[in-house]
């Protein structure tokens, strides 16, 4: 067991439970799953794939491609781009993309709510 700079860990026994994941699937495999909503939510709040990419420690082509197939598989695109110029290009995440987010995040809530009353049935 790793030393801490805090003195030694307690031992304690893990105790069992449940961890879940939500992916969605679409015809191209992975449509929206959690690194991709978290990448959305960056887009919002840096204005580029660029700067969202770096705050996720990803490669910008990565981010790239993950928008790219959000947006080839959902009926609207999740983000929209604008070319460089003057101030630079940009991407905004479109009310499609904000939509997928808040779906997202409630289906997420809503696993990890099942997992918490199914784990109670582990504590007889």
Same mark, same amino acid.
């Given at each position: +067991?790793? %030393?801490?700079?805090?003195? =030694? @860990? =307690? +031992?304690? %026994? =893990?105790?069992?439970? /449940? ?11 992975? /449509? ?14 840096? #204005?580029?794939?660029? *700067?969202?990419?770096?705050? +996720? *420690? +990803? ?12 947006? @080839? $598989?959902? *009926?609207?695109?999740? !983000? ?8 630079? #290009? #940009?991407?905004? !995440?479109? *009310? &499609?993309?904000? %939509? &997928?987010?808040? !779906?997202?995040?409630? /289906?997420?809530?809503?696993? $990890? ?12």
């Amino acid at each position: +067991m790793p %030393k801490s700079d805090h003195g =030694p @860990r =307690p +031992m304690s %026994k =893990p105790r069992p439970g /449940f961890r879940g994941r939500v992916w969605i699937d679409g015809p191209e495999g992975t /449509f929206i799953g959690h690194g991709r909503v978290v990448l959305l939510e960056r887009i919002i709040e840096h #204005g580029s794939i660029s *700067k969202a990419a770096k705050s +996720m *420690k +990803m490669a910008y082509r990565h981010a790239w491609d993950l928008v790219d197939s959000m947006n @080839r $598989q959902a *009926k609207q695109p999740f !983000v929209e781009l604008a070319t460089g110029g003057k101030g630079g #290009g #940009g991407a905004v !995440v479109t *009310k &499609a993309g904000e %939509k &997928a987010i808040k !779906v997202f995040w409630q /289906f997420h809530h809503d696993l $990890q709510d099942f997992l918490k009353k199914e784990e109670k049935k582990l504590r007889l």
